[in-house]
T-cell receptor, first 116, second 115 residues
Framework: AQKVTQAQTEISVVEKEDVTLDCVYE???????LFWYKQPPSGELVFLIR??????QNEISGRYSWNFQKSTSSFNFTITASQVVDSAVYFC?????????????FGTGTRLKVLA | DTGVSQDPRHKITKRGQNVTFRCDPI?????LYWYRQTLGQGPEFLTY????????KSRLLSDRFSAERPKGSFSTLEIQRTEQGDSAMYLC?????????????FGPGTRLTVL
């Protein structure tokens, strides 16, 4: 079975603080893909990043960085120097297309509130 | 380049009525997906199309739900005899097939309220 766990339901930080959102996944597939999406109050899911299971290199994009560790089945997301505009619900998702499906399995999301 | 669009954005209906939602994917994308999202939860997969073929349906998609993508472009999702438990956000996504996997791009969703 495939599963994504986002244990943090809600996080509140003050602007300019760093914050890390946790994501733990389960899959028996050796080839899989992990994603992060942002869902602002408007409701639309905005794609942030995709990571392959065979590429454990961490990635940085501006204030965003992602730490992928296969040994702990985690794909954590860090926002550096958070801003009010970062306030949203963030979802981690898993896809394992070689198991015959292209659907995404989403976690329950982490609501981030950045206070001015 | 326009993104995924969905219509309507909001729908309020009475229990027992039928509703239909439309999704227009990104123009060159060949795959189209429907998900349902309830309050406080992540999106749950309902079904997906590759071109006009419906290739996978979730067990969540009861016989009151039907989806079509007649010409491989836009798609419709119909719910017959709506129930209060159908109240949710219905999200559409599209992707372009690659050799590895697709990245799905989502529309703004249709929020359904069943009274």
């Amino acid at each position: 079975a495939q599963k994504v766990t986002q244990a943090q339901t809600e996080i509140s930080v003050v602007e300019k603080e760093d914050v890390t959102l946790d994501c733990v996944y389960e899959t028996r597939d050796t080839t899989y893909y992990l994603f992060w999406y942002k869902q602002p109050p408007s409701g639309e899911l905005v794609f942030l990043i995709r990571r392959n299971s065979f590429d454990e290199q961490n990635e940085i994009s501006g204030r965003y960085s992602w730490n992928f560790q296969k040994s702990t089945s985690s794909f954590n997301f860090t926002i550096t120097a958070s801003q009010v505009v970062d306030s949203a619900v963030y979802f981690c998702a898993l896809s394992a297309p070689r198991s015959g499906t292209y659907k995404y399995i989403f976690g329950t999301g982490t609501r981030l509130k950045v206070l001015a | 380049d326009t993104g995924v669009s969905q219509d309507p954005r909001h729908k309020i209906t009475k229990r027992g009525q039928n509703v239909t939602f439309r999704c227009d994917p990104i123009s060159e994308h060949n795959r189209l997906y429907w998900y349902r999202q309830t309050l406080g939860q992540g999106p749950e997969f309902l079904t997906y199309f590759q071109n006009e073929a419906q290739l996978e349906k979730s067990r969540l998609l009861s016989d009151r739900f039907s989806a079509e993508r007649p010409k491989g472009s836009f798609s419709t999702l119909e719910i017959q005899r709506t129930e209060q438990g159908d109240s949710a956000m219905y999200l559409c996504a599209s992707s372009l097939t690659t050799e590895s996997t697709d990245t799905q791009y989502f529309g703004p969703g249709t929020r359904l309220t069943v009274l």
